[in-house]
């Protein structure tokens, strides 16, 4: 005779959930969603702001042209291999650290990374992935690596800023003069209105703050640091305007004008042999 077993099924069980911790819940829910509408309603705020009367940004023509940037880069790049020209001798080799632009990631600034090592120097990037804008927590990270790398190479770094990270590189230089040799911007709203350039909705919109409210990086604007700060700029800029990113007298210690575009800044062979050329003028630093 045929013996049948009963299968006896375990489920598992499942906590009860009070009513007063279901209300909990459901608050926290429903503050969590109130503080998302807020933040979504300020940044769209931001984002439709008016521009005030006296700050202009570069013509709608030259913004335009930034499309062009793909090609003038090959172009260049193209140029350069038949023709390399002369190589500026490059001087005692140093640590230099390259800070991208907003809404960037350091790997738009690698060709002029390998420019500078193929110079002699010993190039790092900022080490904080895309640049997002400022916060108090990042910023204090980003001094923390100058300093850092600053005592481990035994000798102060050269920030090279594009754009956003040349406001973050003057602000360093502020801070800690001492872990920085010179600071190299490049078409970095740093002078003038700060609404004077075509991207200042976007930044708003993205980072929840208005440009003349950052919550770091009030020194990076009007007097230069105590080391030498040289501003490259283009009167092709399409994003910012050259009067901002030239600055003015005070402001930097010298200012040299480039044929890219904004976004060319970040790879344009003319920019890299430019670079190696100044980085070449800095005298022998003791730490």
Not at 74 to 102: C, K, N, T, Y
Not at 140 to 155: H, I, K, N, S
Not at 236 to 259: H, K, L
Request: with cysteine; hydrophobic share 40%; aromatic share 6%.
């Amino acid at each position: 005779m045929a013996m049948t077993q009963r299968l006896t099924l375990k489920m598992p069980r499942v906590a009860a959930v009070s009513r007063s911790d279901f209300g909990h819940r459901l608050r926290t829910a429903r503050d969590r969603i109130s503080d998302w509408q807020q933040a979504v309603a300020r940044r769209g705020a931001l984002a439709f702001q008016p521009r005030p009367s006296d700050a202009r940004g570069p013509a709608l023509l030259r913004l335009l042209s930034e499309l062009k940037t793909p090609y003038e880069l090959w172009s260049a790049a193209r140029a350069e291999q038949r023709d390399p020209g002369v190589m500026h001798p490059a001087g005692p080799s140093r640590p230099v650290m390259l800070l991208p632009g907003f809404g960037t990631h350091p790997s738009r600034m690698r060709r002029l990374g390998l420019v500078l090592e193929r110079a002699g120097h010993r190039v790092a990037d900022w080490g904080l992935g895309f640049n997002f804008g400022p916060d108090a927590d990042r910023f204090d990270r980003l001094c923390e690596r100058v300093v850092t790398m600053a005592r481990r190479e035994g000798q102060p770094l050269v920030l090279v800023g594009w754009s956003l990270g040349g406001l973050f590189a003057r602000e360093i230089a502020h801070r800690h003069p001492e872990a920085v040799a010179m600071v190299i911007t490049m078409g970095s709203p740093f002078s003038g209105d700060r609404r004077a350039n075509n991207a200042w909705r976007a930044y708003q919109a993205i980072t929840g703050h208005a440009v003349d409210a950052p919550p770091v990086g009030e020194r990076a604007f009007g007097a230069k640091p105590s080391v030498p700060t040289i501003a490259l700029w283009s009167p092709r800029d399409g994003i910012v305007s050259p009067r901002s990113s030239c600055g003015r007298p005070g402001e930097r210690d010298r200012a040299v004008a480039m044929r890219c575009t904004h976004l060319g800044f970040a790879g344009h062979p003319d920019v890299a042999r430019m670079l190696v050329m100044l980085i070449a003028t800095l005298e022998q630093d003791r730490i």
